[in-house]
């Protein structure tokens, strides 16, 4: 089985690649460049941001004011109604006090 499956290799031998990619179009430029970085975004020798690929088309809105989000940020927090506690907090501890038990120590 293995020489039949060589035997159907030996066709795919003297294929000329260069030939076929600038017979590809644009569109199919990119889908293959998108396959092609599919194929391991796992790596872990890549950098975080290498292992996607940046997919947005759209162009920068204008300059990132760093600041004035942190404000606006700040801002929105403070507006923000904190949810009640479902048991309202009394202070009061539970468990083993005092001291922590040692290895071979029961209770």
């Known amino acids: 089985m ?4 060589k035997k159907d290799l030996e066709k795919y031998k003297d294929i000329d690649e260069d030939e076929i990619l600038n017979k590809l179009s644009e569109e199919e430029l990119k ?3 998108t396959v092609l970085e599919e194929v391991d975004p796992e790596n872990a020798l ?6 996607q690929k940046d997919q947005t088309n ?22 923000y109604k904190d949810r009640d506690d479902i048991v309202p907090f009394t202070g009061e501890k539970k468990g083993v006090s005092g001291f922590l038990l040692g290895v071979g120590c029961y209770i």
Do not use: I, W
Request: aromatic residues 8%; hydrophobic residues 40%.
């Open 2 to 5: 293995a020489l039949s499956f």
């Open 31 to 33: 889908q293959l460049e």
């Open 46 to 51: 890549l950098p975080a941001g290498l292992r």
């Open 58 to 79: 759209k162009t920068a809105t204008g300059t990132f004011d760093r600041e004035g989000l942190l404000k606006y940020l700040e801002k929105e927090a403070m507006e």
